[in-house]
């Protein structure tokens, strides 16, 4: 692609409007070295057998592409073994993409793939914020973006991301140590439908979030199968794991139409659908 360093060059105002552009990154060298999240604990030894997760991620991207969205592809790289999960490296916020802070020395190369992509083509980038902050983390939905306030994601750079965003309101989400990103277990997947797993947050999170949406609850086995997880692509379209059927009648329920795809040799390293996609526009 050739993008220009106009304001149209990105845009994603929410999570759920159509999905146009997306970047992502193929598990060509993909292992659980350093153990850095609860789900990685569990399949440390059986590790990832990168020909299936090869070749699920191929049908990722060409359900995608069969619904007409641009998917860019950055170069994968033999040292960067958590790269298929780009959601994490940068997160666009209506017409600004950001570059993250990564928390974990393992990942923190991946930025670097993003921002050369990014120069190539002209695409203003916003960088440098302080302490952590991860794309996994952040939430957007018209004037307000929820952050996750995580062990990937610190409070510091919650108060510099809304000083940047002094039109838009910033919201806290602190959740249980345990958890790895907000996307993990909370998902917004039209103006007033969320997917959510309620023991991850505070009382108040719950309070503030059961006020503003109707709420698909998914179990703790769920959860661990990132059923939030899911990817919204527009006209009430939702990627979703075939395996987590219960959260998938539950959509179906509400009126969302469900596209099943396997994802899950790559869940296995502790991301799902909106993990593997960076989105550069929505319209």
């Known amino acids: 692609m050739v993008g220009t360093a106009s304001e149209n060059s990105v845009q994603c105002n929410t ?13 060509s060298y993909m292992k659980i070295t350093d153990i850095i999240n609860e789900t990685q604990k569990h399949y440390q030894n059986k590790n990832i057998n990168i020909k299936t997760a090869l070749q699920q991620h191929e049908h990722f991207v060409q359900v995608l592409e069969e619904h007409q969205i641009e998917v860019i592809q950055l170069a994968s790289q033999p040292d960067l073994h958590e790269q298929v999960f780009t959601r994490d490296i940068g ?55 929820w952050v996750g306030e995580t062990k990937r994601t610190s409070g510091k750079s919650i108060s510099e991301l809304q000083s940047r965003l002094l039109d838009l309101q910033v919201i ?33 999170s719950l309070k503030s979030i059961s006020a503003r949406y ?3 609850e ?29 959260l998938n009648t539950q959509l179906e329920k509400y009126g969302f ?14 991301g799902s659908f909106r993990c593997c996609t960076l989105p550069l526009k929505r319209t």
């Open 15 to 27: 999570e759920y409007s159509p999905l146009k552009k997306v970047v992502v990154a193929k598990p």
């Open 214 to 216: 109707k709420v698909i």
């Open 172 to 204: 806290p989400v602190p959740l249980r140590g345990d958890i790895l990103h907000l996307d993990c277990v909370f998902n917004i997947i039209d103006q007033s439908t969320a997917i959510l797993y309620p023991p991850a947050f505070t009382k108040n």
């Open 91 to 145: 997160f666009t916020i209506h017409h600004r993409l950001f570059i993250s802070s990564m928390s974990e020395k393992v990942r923190k190369e991946e930025t670097d793939v993003l921002q050369s992509w990014a120069r190539e083509n002209d695409i203003e980038v916003e960088e440098d914020l302080p302490s952590s902050i991860e794309g996994g983390d952040i939430v957007v939905d018209g004037n307000t973006v």
């Open 218 to 246: 998914v179990t703790k086995k769920e959860q661990f199968t990132m059923g939030p997880n899911v990817l919204s692509i527009g006209s009430r379209k939702v990627i979703s794991l075939p395996q987590n059927e219960q």
């Open 257 to 270: 139409h469900v596209i099943p795809v396997d994802l899950s040799e790559i869940i296995k390293s502790g």
